[in-house]
């Protein structure tokens, strides 16, 4: 059938609209026997003959479809009309279901929320944010690498071993000591699998599953970090709570970055996991290889593109990626400081809320 | 197709809700009926903000006194201010300063007394009783003028220790107001007579298990199991346990249970005596038969915060909790279905429901509008029905007594005697 398909379309367009019509007319003959639903057909060559034919008539739909839309748009071209708007494809995240607790820019709650909260002295730059990045008990292979590559990536942190210490010790010591934050980095056989994000001395604790470590020797052509502050980019940070959790990632980082260093760090959340990447970024402005990819386009291309084309010495951003890559979770939220018996969940995941694909918390 | 939508909760009947939130902003929820008593009944939705956004206002304990004439409302602010409110229209009454306003000593409990204690010659005189983590109970009067300049808050009538060491993070008060009762870090459930101030009764804490492991003692929440019987007390620990404590039988619980895994943080009681609602730090709610210890079932709606307060609605069948995930929620309690949420945006403390807002959603509407003739009749007959709603307990009481008295000769000890009582 293909080849003969292939053979239609060679011949003129019109040859092939006549056999189209051709073929219209036998499946209005035949429609009227294929009233009955195909798979209430018994025979099976029958039914798949039916399918078939069914599923060779939808693809034929398909391609008249998209030739008739790239016409109406080449004529749009052509006569300097408007072009008829694309159609946006339909996303799980463009259908997520509607969500009361999404933040709205003009909520005079949540700014006095967020004046009150416990990130305010950080974020209002009173208070510098200072990090202590301890471990699990066992802790070997890839999760001191991965530590080392958090100190680099984050400033002011500093990593003291777990030892035998109970955690709730350790956020005494660092309440003690003055630290802002803590970062518990969880390792299950010897790999990194959760990220325990601590506010200090009163601030929430965050419990994220951690996965997807790349470490920065096995990325292809990477940078190595200086020690400038970098800048921080939080993407999709909606709700109240992934404001909240954004907030939290936030009071990590310090909120004056040298741009002169060019880095920056990126948690981007989409449904409801948060990438993390670290990047290097250069400005740059290369006007002769610009024109000459330009040049070799517009051959290829239609004239009217290059009007529409860029002046001439554009700047370009290229990034380099350095640091580690990871995938983050969300698991529970707790208000508090860590306390697995007596403390009170600010969100706790529960299968109860995975009812529909969705349904987006941050 | 996807769903796009959220799935509509089936609404309630009519309510008015109050919730109090950390950055001391008290909101009114109500739901009303959407055209005179069709039984369309809108969605509850905040319809007034009282309070300036401020972390210091953070509210910590509220009481409401919900009587049909001249309601009041006390409160007790992070900053160490007691306010009295007409939670009617959310004006300031009195508002004092009290004393124990320091850094790590705050109020953890206040009520205000239904009934007027003191024989004063004025008949606008309440009384109000706070507790504060460290453990001072104060009880103090106060006097009501009609504008809040002449109203004052009395220092203090009388003031006692609860206890020594520890910090109380719970209390309550018995339904006739003649009994208290406190606990918390490190401090058994004691009772305390409210009349004379001093203790009856405290709690011993469970003996040691089978591996010679003692929990140390921390409730997280109390309160007594019937409005008439203060012998019957419920309270949470934070090491997920629920007891119920029988003062007339004895110190140790006489019914303990588990639930799930994180503390209990709330827990109140069913009208008719031998249910009790309770909510966990991880936002389980569930409902027990205290008679046996038997779990009736769990509250299921997506509640992930967990729970600070739970209130049951005086006469509809209905509990409304709120807490970390700055939801309040209404719930039918016979069906246990999730009635409506409402979203509040801030982390609440507590709830308290406004069981006259029936003829209080009407009485607005009177004021602007010419009160008909019907409209009267209908108050009337919600009169006579509430009335016969306060008919209701008494029998109530009296069946509820018979039970105890059945019930706890054989609850007394153990299983012995019922079987010598069958036996013979």
């Known amino acids: 059938m293909g080849a003969k398909r292939k053979h239609s379309e060679a011949i003129e367009e019109s040859a092939e609209a006549e056999e189209y019509h051709k073929e219209r007319r036998e499946e209005e003959k035949t429609s009227r026997k294929r009233q009955v ?24 739909d398909k391609r008249k479809k998209a030739k008739s839309r790239e016409a109406a748009e080449k004529r749009a071209l052509e006569l300097g009309e408007e072009l008829p708007p694309k159609k946006a494809p339909r996303t799980i995240e463009n259908t997520r ?162 741009f002169r260093g060019r880095r920056v760090v990126t948690f981007h959340n989409q449904r409801d996991f948060i990438f993390f990447r670290h990047h290097r970024y250069i400005f740059e402005t290369k006007e002769t290889k610009l024109t000459e990819i330009k040049a070799k386009k517009t051959t290829e291309k239609d004239k009217e593109k290059e009007d529409a084309s860029a002046p001439q010495g554009k700047t370009i951003a290229r990034l380099q990626e350095c640091g580690p890559r990871f995938t983050l979770k969300l698991v529970s939220l707790q208000h508090g400081t860590f306390d697995t018996k007596g403390g009170e969940f600010e969100w706790v995941h529960k299968p109860e809320m995975d009812t529909s694909r969705r349904r987006f918390f941050l | 197709m996807p769903r796009t939508i959220a799935v509509d909760c089936p609404g309630c009947p009519p309510i008015r809700a109050l919730t109090f939130d950390t950055l001391g902003l008290i909101k009114v929820i109500e739901a009303r009926r959407v055209d005179g008593n069709q039984g369309n009944v809108s969605s509850p939705k905040v319809v007034e903000r009282w309070g300036e956004p401020n972390s210091s206002n953070c509210i910590l304990a509220a009481s409401i006194d919900d009587r049909r004439i001249d309601p009041l409302l006390a409160l007790a602010r992070k900053s160490g201010l007691i306010e009295v409110i007409n939670p009617l229209n959310g004006d300031i009454r009195v508002s004092a300063k009290s004393d124990v306003g320091s850094d790590d000593d705050s109020v953890v409990g206040i009520h205000l007394f239904r009934r007027e204690r003191s024989e004063s010659s004025s008949s606008r005189s309440h009384t109000l009783l706070t507790t504060t983590t460290k453990g001072a109970a104060t009880l103090r009067s106060l006097e009501l003028a009609d504008s809040s300049a002449d109203s004052l808050i009395s220092d203090s009538l009388k003031t006692w220790r609860v206890c020594s060491s520890g910090d109380v993070s719970c209390s309550a008060v018995d339904g006739n107001e003649c009994f208290a009762l406190y606990g918390g870090k490190g401090v058994e459930v004691n009772v305390w007579d409210l009349e004379k101030c001093d203790k009856i009764w405290t709690a011993k804490s469970p003996p040691k298990d089978s591996l010679g492991i003692f929990t140390p003692t921390w409730f997280t929440s109390a309160t007594f199991l019937c409005k008439d019987d203060p012998r019957k007390i419920v309270a949470g620990t934070n090491n997920h346990q629920v007891r119920l404590y029988d003062i007339a039988s004895q110190r140790r619980p006489v019914i303990s249970f588990d639930f799930r895994e994180a503390s209990i943080k709330a827990v109140t009681a069913d009208l008719d005596g031998n249910t009790v609602y309770f909510g966990t730090g991880s936002g389980d709610l569930a409902s027990a038969d205290m008679r046996t210890g038997k779990l009736l079932g769990c509250f299921i709606g997506k509640c992930s915060g967990s729970i600070r307060s739970i209130v049951r609605h005086p006469e509809l069948p209905i509990i409304a909790s709120c807490g970390l995930d700055s939801y309040l929620r209404l719930w039918n309690t016979k069906t246990r279905q999730l009635l409506s949420a409402v979203f509040l945006k801030q982390h609440l403390n507590v709830v308290l429901v406004d069981s006259n807002f029936e003829d209080e959603g009407r009485a607005p509407y009177a004021v602007t509008e010419a009160p008909s003739n019907e409209e009267h009749e209908v108050i009337q007959n919600l009169d006579g029905e509430v009335e016969d709603g306060h008919v209701l307990p008494v029998k109530r009481k009296k069946a509820s007594k018979d039970k105890q008295q059945n019930k706890l000769k054989p609850k007394k000890k153990n299983k012995k005697r019922v079987q010598a009582e069958g036996d013979g």
């Open chain 1, 97 to 258: 279901e509607v969500d009361e607790t999404v933040c709205k820019p003009d909520d005079e709650e949540l700014f006095a929320g967020n004046d009150a909260d416990e990130f305010s002295g950080i974020l209002k730059q009173e208070v510098i944010p200072k990090i202590l990045i301890t471990t699990c008990r066992f802790n070997s292979s890839r999760g001191p690498a991965f530590i080392s590559e958090l100190l680099s990536v984050i400033p002011n942190a500093h990593y003291f071993r777990r030892g035998t210490y109970d955690l709730k010790k350790i956020v005494e010591y660092a309440k003690n000591k003055d630290f802002t934050s803590i970062i518990v980095v969880h390792t299950n056989r010897r790999e990194p699998d959760a990220l325990l994000v601590m506010g200090l001395p009163d601030g929430p604790t965050a419990h994220f599953k951690l996965s997807r470590l790349v470490l920065r020797k096995d990325i292809k052509n990477h940078g190595n970090p200086t020690s400038h502050k970098p800048e921080l980019v939080l993407n999709n940070f909606t709700t109240r709570l992934g404001h909240r959790v954004g907030r939290l990632i936030q009071s990590i980082f310090p909120q004056d970055p040298n």
């Open chain 1, 37 to 60: 639903l195909a798979s209430t057909i018994k025979n099976k060559d029958k039914r798949s003959a039916v399918y078939a034919k069914l599923k060779q008539e939808k693809k034929r």
